[in-house]
């Protein structure tokens, strides 16, 4: 049922299978001169059948009250009719025709009015532009007139000329035009009377006598037209104020001086004397030549019949000079570079690329193959830019994804060069997955012009890239940028440092950028110094006063001492100057108090020396110095460490036997120097007492594991005695006992090894060849570590 009512739709007129959207002439609800000299309603709209390509509809509606007393259903009907038969490329382009009981649908190329569009490029418009709009019409009017034996009779500035999206002027107005051999109805005779200012601008033989003098020389009437067409072109300067039904007379001083003549001889009001349009072009032609944009255009017509080579030629050397002038722009009327060339440039760019497997791999093909794409991609996005969102996506960007991927460096500083332009067409996921990862290569190129075109592009597209690029991949290359040959790369990779501060992880951010700021206070190049404290200056507020102090202004410092530059110097004076104000402000902040320089210190003999033994008086041991107080409790003396001075504290360490963990710590840490030490042996004993050096067996070393070993010096005594020596050092710090008798000690020399060789671990082995022998010698330490330390 839906499918039928769709189908009745279509055959009554409620709807047609193409979109309409919004409308750009209407001759009923609309107040321009457009709107009200038109028979048609025109929409935009597009082709759901080709991708939503788009087009414009004029539409006619046969039941129109208004349009059958006018009687423009004749009129509508013969632009209809005439249209389909007439096929050339000055005139309008036809996509369908759909006719019922209620409508007439042309369905065209996309289209605005003329008037229209020189309104809106009004103060753009140049008189290349204007002669090459005049150019199309004439000789689209030449076609009519010579090939189709016909008459236009309608050439006009309101509702005969549109302008394509290539920016071509395209004729249309058919609505009277005739067939003069074979047109039964004549409507130039019987219907001008009732279209939409026809009777502007009439020549003296038409207005005096009515449209039957046409018959006289019909085609002298369309170039009586056209001049009046010309004149309106080339005189009006502001096309918002067009008044088509201004008659007081024409100005032919307004007209160019290379046209004025030929102006005059198209609307002498002697037939005889008047030219047609043909004669015109023929007088015009050297004038038109000159004009670029009617060489140029001719050149891309030539250009499909042309093969590889010749293609090549003309995007090498004759589009370069079309494009060499600062105000290329200018001349080029909106949408001939991007609707016209850019077609056939994407078309010559994928036939090259799809032929790289076809083609010999010789080095003069690949060179010119690469030099061919690099042009080609070059005036690619050059116009690509100026397409809209849809039509750039469809057209463009998979040329830009294909051509970061391709290793050809002129290729590569195309699309760098233009990556300004294109990067508002990028979203973030392509850039982060299409495009920066090919980027970042360019920073291991060898030439420095890729490297130095690749970083300032990062700076282009650092907004789109992720947070984790920036951290996993970027600052790696850049850490390598900064120590580039090119002291600008360098410059420029720091100020990306400082512009990506923002993306790098919290933990790292300070560290990284601290490093990179001091690595650049240490350049050689003046500049990077300079960007250097710029940085240091506009990342202050990121600092803590603890890197601040530790790392910064240390870094800051070796600036004041700058022998380059003295413009370094005095920027470091005035950034090292705001660092140590912000840290100063800080140190006025803190509390104006003093903390007891003894607490520390008490705190540690309160943990590690708290119980003495009990048989120790303290009291007695220390004398105590002056403003040094005893707090007793029963029969016990108890020291109050909380009153000790630094000089108390000293003889306390120095005279008093201390237990608990703090001896036992003590005694750990000293080494036991009277043992022979063996390389597997380990003392796991807290303490050594001299008892345990003596034994009264024999005077032979025991077998220690390590083999049999070689005799001792008979006169082993004063190794001993020295090793004695420092034992007895190292106990008056701790036990301040009497020192041990002589008798004592020349016993353990004969011993001093015995219980230590006991010691046996791991698998029998070969001792040493030789025997360890210690030749110490000891000075006399009067005062060991006496009281005045």
């Known amino acids: 049922m839906n499918f039928l009512t769709k189908t009745l739709n279509s055959l009554t007129g409620n709807s047609i299978p193409y979109t309409l959207k919004d409308k750009i002439v209407d001759p009923v609800g609309g107040n321009g001169v457009v709107d009200q000299n038109s028979i048609w309603t025109i929409y935009n709209g597009s082709n759901p059948k080709t991708d939503n390509s788009p087009v414009s509809i004029f539409e006619f509606n046969l039941t129109d009250a208004r349009n059958l007393q006018s009687g423009y259903d004749s009129l509508a009907r013969n632009a209809f009719k005439k249209l389909k038969l007439i096929r050339f490329p000055g005139v309008i382009s036809t996509v369908e025709f759909i006719e019922n009981d209620n409508y007439l649908y042309i369905i065209t190329e996309p289209i605005v009015p003329l008037l229209t569009y020189l309104t809106q490029i009004n103060q753009d418009i140049t008189q290349d532009v204007r002669l090459y709009g005049l150019y199309n019409i004439a000789q689209s009017l030449k076609f009519i007139n010579q090939s189709c034996t016909s008459l236009h009779g309608n050439v006009n500035l309101l509702n005969s000329v549109y302008v394509n999206q290539q920016g ?171 609707y016209k060339l850019l077609p056939e440039l994407i078309n010559q760019y994928n036939t090259i690329s799809r032929n790289k497997s076809t083609t010999p791999n010789e080095p003069s093909i690949i060179q010119q193959r690469q030099e061919s794409q690099s042009i080609l991609l070059n005036f690619i996005l050059k116009f690509g830019v100026k397409l809209p969102q849809d039509q750039f996506n469809k057209l463009i960007k998979p040329i830009i994804f294909e051509s970061f991927g391709l290793a050809d460096r002129s290729i590569r500083l195309a699309l760098l060069n233009h990556l300004p332009n294109f990067e508002q067409f990028l979203t973030e996921s392509e850039v982060q997955s299409r495009i920066f990862v090919n980027l970042i290569n360019g920073f291991q190129d060898t030439n420095f012009m890729i490297r130095e075109t690749t970083l300032k592009s990062i700076t282009i597209i650092i907004d789109k890239v992720s947070v984790k690029q920036v951290n996993q991949e970027l600052l790696k290359v850049l850490a390598k940028s900064q120590m580039d040959p090119k002291p600008s790369i360098r410059v420029n990779t720091l100020i990306l440092i400082i512009k990506i501060s923002t993306k790098i992880y919290k933990t790292s951010k300070n560290s990284v950028i601290i490093t990179a700021l001091s690595k650049s206070l240490r350049d050689s190049f003046t500049p990077c110094k300079m960007t250097a404290l710029s940085g240091f200056e506009s990342l202050i507020g990121e600092f803590s006063l603890d890197e601040i102090c530790s790392k910064i202004l240390g870094q800051l410092a070796i600036s004041l001492m700058d022998k380059k530059s003295t413009k370094v110097r005095n920027e470091a004076r005035r950034i090292f100057k705001l660092y140590l104000d912000s840290v100063e402000t800080h140190s006025n902040s803190l509390p104006d108090i003093e903390e007891n320089e003894n607490d520390e210190e008490a705190e540690f003999f309160r943990k590690f020396a708290s119980t003495v033994p009990p048989s120790t008086n303290v009291a007695s041991t220390v004398d105590k110095p002056n403003g040094v107080t005893n707090s007793v409790d029963g029969s016990n003396d108890t020291v109050s460490f909380s009153s000790f001075g630094w000089g108390v504290v000293n003889r306390l360490v120095a005279n008093t036997e201390v237990g608990g963990q703090l001896n036992n710590d003590f005694n750990l ?121």
């Open 168 to 338: 071509d002027w395209k004729l249309f107005g058919f609505e009277v035009l005739t067939n003069l051999q074979s047109d039964p109805d004549q409507p130039i005779y019987r219907l001008s009377s009732r279209l939409p200012g026809f009777n502007y601008f009439l020549p003296s033989d038409v207005a005096d006598s009515g449209v039957e003098a046409i018959r006289s020389f019909p085609t002298k009437f369309d170039s009586y037209k056209f001049g009046i067409f010309l004149y309106h072109i080339l005189s009006t300067k502001d096309f918002n104020s067009f008044d088509p039904t201004y008659n007081e007379g024409i100005n032919e001083s307004s007209v160019i001086g290379k046209f004025r003549n030929s102006f005059k001889k198209l609307i002498n009001p002697k037939l005889g004397l008047r030219i047609t349009v043909e004669k015109f072009l023929e007088l015009e032609e050297s004038n038109f030549e000159q004009n670029k944009l009617i060489t140029f255009n001719k050149q891309l017509e030539e250009l499909k019949f042309q093969d590889d080579q010749q293609k090549f030629e003309f995007f090498k050397y004759e589009l370069g000079t079309l494009f060499s002038d600062q105000s290329e722009d200018y001349f080029f009327p909106p949408g001939i570079l991007d």
């Open 669 to 789: 840490s000293t080494p036991d120097l009277t043992r022979v030490v063996t390389p597997t042996e380990h003392i796991t004993k807290p303490s050594v007492q001299m008892d345990s050096w003596i034994d009264g067996g024999d005077d032979e070393f025991e077998d220690d594991g390590w083999g049999a070993v070689d005799e001792v010096e008979d006169d082993p005594v004063p190794v001993v005695k020295n090793t004695l020596k420092t034992l007895s050092l190292s106990e008056s710090v701790t036990n301040r006992k009497p020192a041990i008798k002589s008798n004592t000690i020349r016993t353990a020399t004969t011993t001093s090894t015995r219980k230590t060789s006991s010691l046996k671990l791991g698998s029998q082995s070969k001792k040493p060849a030789a025997p360890i022998k210690l030749n110490l010698q000891v000075e006399e330490d009067e005062n060991g570590w006496g009281d005045d330390w």
